[in-house]
């Protein structure tokens, strides 16, 4: 994108980067305006475009922007529209006539309505996708002249890569000889308009004198009108959320005098307190999740919540700009003395706690309270705001796109409920907020505050008092809505948020270290809670809110869980089993909710999904002794092939027959019989590293070569089928022949060139397939050698991080995919993508470079990291959350890329109890072995109470008596001594 004024002669300044701008502080528009810019460029990971002119007589300045496949089309495009005048073009062939259709197309807002009839299937059944803005207009015989405004809108807007669907309501009394449909295929001839035709994105033609057919598109149109009443001017608009409520920039400081304060607050043994005068204005973000309704909330935000999919259903608005403020669909309000204050902006206390959250602080001198939590069945989350005295609070709700709206009573009090007629996945799903007692409804702020109700676009519920409590919500209809919030109300507040407690520490494994470290901590609570709030039930999180389910994502989550939740993944198990196709090949990933009996998702060629389900498999029938589940039946999905097609998304069938999921396992394995020229996995569309999308057909990955070698081997351990064991030898030995020189190359490109060596220029040596090929038992000497080959090239020591790989992909390299799209050293182009960089300290253990393993762990810990200030500072990051990624660019040094929704937290949680504790079990009743790498004190709660103590020079003794492994866990207490290797 290119952006610059239309007369290249006025002198600018500049800013292109939230961050060095500090773009958080920005409460209103007066505060863009500053003395200076830094009119810096590259890489700006929170991009911003504010262009400053001198003085300009008129005070008018016209701003082009243009979009285009590289840079240098960008920039032709925008020296094309100043030699064509810009702006002024459209102003001289539309005049102002065109300005309330294209606030419609570009700002319009969906008024509620009684009766939602523009659902997709109305919609498509006039051959009108849905996809884009719907303008409609009434045609009427003698009018036809009339349509040629709404014609040359739709080019003129096509020029500029704007899509709408335009449709024409055509009343004619004579439908047979139908005059006026013929005038309007001439008037689309002259004007070149006719391959638009019934296309999406393009111009359809519907009955004018079907009154259903008006409702609809009156309904779905973002801008109706009728041919002999052309728009002439601009309908008055209305700010949602408008005014703005006064923020408080200094909270001051309110941490607890016990646990430990790092950068952005403080952490104890059960949650994190935030520091609201950190200085670094990104969201401190905390998902809670119960079974089938989550919540994404931040330090100063509500956020948003949803049911059953993180995306696909939303019950409020969400913005996703991390220097958004509190630009989010869901507020807490008290209304003092004629002025509205956001409660959760203006807390000076924040507290995260086993899947709760707490807010403090006054205003107006006034003290109050927030607690939520959501519900561990119950599909809702609730707020609780108490107050010294009596005040007027507001809870607004701007709902998802499309909904309607409608008041509804409930036993517990009164709400407002919405439906959304295009969510084709929820069909009937209803959201809804309802506060405890009487409170009165609006369904705008305005509404509240000066009894305009004319732009429906938030629900408010009001209420005055000193405690009050209110309940966002969501269900598969408004009965079930109701149901929902009686069950509220037998149950009440207090235990329902114990419930959620209860739930959220269900995910904490029943191995604890003792100790309230930094390393204790993330492993005892925020990373296991990490992995099954926010990637295994929410699957959404502030940086990312899919919803859907990863082939290989949750299965490798699972490997973690199963010490904490083993029947939960059990049935996962099954239900990623449910994903593969008849081949062989698995669904990417899927959305849960099926949609006509289909079940959507992306069809690939990636060479390692597949591999997954075996491996998960096998290390769950070892660690849980559960061989039952080998026997379980499971269907298949059925859908073409993918023929010259690198990956679709699709709605498929599942088969009505089923075989075992050992069969499904084996089905994978056979699968991954697809080798290239050397003999090694195809690597069809990539492998785990998704950005390497376009090495070339008949490429091949070493990384994939290394995983299936493993996955034979686990599989053949749980079945005693020796002939995995045998094909699994014989890839080694083909794998081993990527060794060059001093490390293992990456990938064979489709021309047959190595990817992973020096002098390629981009990628020249990677952490995973060294890392990789150790797990797989490859050998030894090689593999210590390319481990410190790659520790050497890839561990940044000033800022505590390991690359992914290096050097990073650009312009000026080759195309490896969509890898080349990210800055260097952004993401898996060269930063530190830490799901790898846990599996490589894994690596460094298995090879006795203890030292080295345990460093790099403990600045993967993000506790730790926060508690050297300068490290921090570049950081960002939540302190109680692994991050998915370090960047590494210029400029962006040491940067936390995204939090949260990472499989580096399992791994980090898999790591520390596996291998540097080294405890092994086996059916949860009975201990393997224990080969610490490190000292500690831990408990084991699977029978009795176990305390593992782990010392360099101990004697191997329980309850101070020498034992050898296996070791049957006891009822009762006992202690367990071991030597540190």
């Not at 003085?55 to 495009?77: D, I, K, M, Q, Y």
């Not at 119960?290 to 019950?315: D, E, H, M, P, W």
């Not at 390319?786 to 000033?798: N, Q, S, V």
Request: proline content about 4%; glycine content about 10%.
């Amino acid at each position: 994108m290119a952006v610059g004024l239309d007369d290249p002669r006025i002198p600018i300044s500049y800013e292109t980067n939230k961050e060095s701008y500090g773009a958080f502080s920005i409460y209103s528009p007066k505060d863009l305006i500053k003395e200076s810019y830094t009119g810096a460029v590259g890489v700006c990971v929170n991009p911003l475009c504010l262009i400053k002119t001198p003085p300009l007589a008129g005070g008018t300045a016209r701003l082009v922007v243009s979009v285009g496949h590289s840079r240098r089309e960008c920039l032709e495009r925008l020296n094309a529209s100043r030699q064509l005048g810009g702006m002024t073009v459209s102003a001289s062939v539309f005049g102002n006539r065109e300005n309330p259709v294209l606030a419609g197309v570009f700002y319009g807002r969906k008024r509620f309505a009684k009766t939602p009839l523009a659902t997709e299937e109305a919609l498509w059944s006039h051959g009108v996708s849905g996809d884009y803005p719907i303008v409609a207009v009434l045609v009427r015989e003698g009018c036809e002249s009339d349509a040629r405004f709404y014609l040359e809108l739709f080019k003129k807007l096509a020029t500029l890569n704007v899509r709408i669907e335009l449709v024409f309501l055509l009343w004619e009394e004579d439908s047979y000889q139908a005059p006026l449909r013929n005038a309007m295929h001439k008037l689309l001839g002259i004007l070149k308009c006719r391959h638009f035709l019934g296309k999406r994105g393009g111009i359809f033609f519907a009955d004018g004198r079907d009154a259903h057919s008006i409702a609809l598109f009156k309904d779905a149109a973002v801008y109706y009108g009728e041919s002999d009443d052309l728009p002439l001017s601009t309908e008055k608009t209305t700010e949602i959320f408008s005014p703005l409520p006064p923020v408080v920039k200094s909270h001051g400081r309110s941490l607890p005098k016990a646990g430990h304060i790092v950068g952005g607050g403080a952490y104890d043994a059960d949650g994190f307190t935030v520091d609201k005068d950190m200085g670094q204005g990104l969201p401190f973000s905390y998902i809670l999740s119960g079974k089938s309704f989550g919540s994404v909330v931040t330090q100063s935000t509500l956020g948003y919540s949803f049911y059953g999919n993180a995306a696909l259903g939303r019950i409020g608005a969400f913005s996703g700009d991390p220097y958004g403020g509190c630009d989010d669909g869901e507020r807490l309000y008290a209304h003092i003395d004629g002025k509205l204050y956001d409660l959760v902006a203006c807390a000076s206390t924040v507290r995260f706690e086993h899947g709760t959250a707490s807010y403090s602080g006054a205003v107006q001198g006034k003290e109050y309270k927030i607690e939520l939590f959501v519900g561990a069945l119950l599909p809702i989350k609730a707020l609780r705001l108490s107050f010294a005295e009596p005040v007027d609070s507001l809870l607004v709700l701007k709902p998802a796109p499309t909904a309607f709206a409608e008041e509804l009573s409930f036993r517990v009090g009164a709400g407002l409920c919405f439906t959304d007629p295009k969510n084709s996945f929820l069909k009937g799903f209803c959201g809804f907020a309802v506060c405890l007692g009487a409170p009165k409804l609006y369904k705008s702020l305005n509404g509240y505050l000066y009894g305009e109700n004319q732009i429906e676009d938030s629900l408010v519920l009001a209420q005055k008092g000193t405690d009050m409590q209110f309940l966002i919500g969501g269900a598969p209809s408004k009965t079930e809505a109701s149901n929902v919030c009686d069950r509220y109300a037998e149950k009440g507040f207090d235990q329902l948020k114990a419930g959620a407690v209860a739930f959220a520490k269900r995910f904490l494994p029943p191995v604890k270290l003792v100790g309230d470290g930094a390393l204790e901590t993330m492993f005892n609570l925020f990373a296991p809670y990490q992995v099954a709030a926010c990637r295994f039930f929410a699957r959404g999180a502030f940086y990312q809110s899919g919803g859907a389910y990863g082939f290989r994502d949750q299965l490798q989550d699972c490997m973690f869980l199963m010490y904490a939740i083993p029947k939960t993944v059990r049935c996962h198990l099954l239900r990623a089993a449910s994903r593969q196709y008849t081949d062989g090949s698995v669904q990417h990933w899927w959305h849960p909710n099926k949609r006509g009996g289909k079940i959507y998702g992306v069809k690939t060629k990636c060479s390692d999904d597949f591999l997954w389900l075996p491996i998960a498999v096998a290390e769950y029938v070892e660690k849980t002794g559960d061989r039952s589940v080998l026997s379980s039946q499971v269907s298949y999905l059925e859908s073409p092939p993918l023929g010259a097609e690198n990956e679709r998304y699709e709605a498929a069938d599942s088969t009505e027959y089923t075989e075992s999921l050992e069969k499904h396992c084996r089905r994978a394995l056979e699968y991954g019989k697809r080798f290239g020229a050397h003999g090694l996995p195809l690597m069809g569309s990539c492998d785990w590293n998704d950005a390497f999308s376009h090495l070339g057909e008949g490429a091949e990955s070493v990384f994939s070569a290394f995983l299936y070698v493993i996955a034979l081997n686990k599989f053949s351990e749980i079945t005693g089928d020796e002939s995995l064991k045998e094909q699994a030898a014989e890839m080694l030995k083909t794998a081993e022949k990527t060794f060059l020189k001093d490390r293992y190359i990456r990938a064979y490109s489709g021309n047959g060139t190595a990817l992973g060596i020096d002098g390629r220029g981009a990628c020249e040596i990677d952490a995973l397939v060294q890392a990789f090929a150790v797990f797989a038992g490859a050998d030894k000497d090689r593999c210590a050698t390319a481990m410190e080959t790659a520790f050497g090239r890839l561990y940044d020591k000033e800022n505590r991080l390991l690359k992914l790989f290096t050097p990073a992909f650009g312009r000026d390299t080759e195309y490896a995919g969509y890898i080349n799209a990210y800055a260097k050293g952004i993401r898996e182009n060269g930063g530190q993508y830490t799901h790898a960089a846990v599996w490589f300290v894994a690596a460094l253990a298995l090879c006795g470079m203890t030292d080295k393993a345990y460093s790099l762990l403990e600045w993967i810990n993000p506790l730790k990291r926060s508690e050297d200030s300068a490290v921090y500072a570049k950081y960002k990051g939540e302190p109680y959350a692994i991050a998915a990624d370090i960047y590494t660019a210029k400029g962006q040094m040491g940067r936390m890329g995204w939090s949260h929704y990472t499989g580096a937290a399992a791994w980090y949680c898999k790591t520390v109890l596996e291998l540097f504790m080294g405890l092994k079990f086996s059916g949860f009743d009975c201990l393997a072995s224990a080969k610490p790498l490190m000292e500690y004190t831990a408990t084991v709660s699977y029978k009795g109470i176990l305390t593992v103590k782990a010392h360099k020079g101990a004697a191997l003794s329980y309850d101070g008596k020498p034992i050898s492994f296996p070791l049957k866990l006891e009822e009762g207490e006992h202690t367990l001594t071991v030597p540190v290797e």
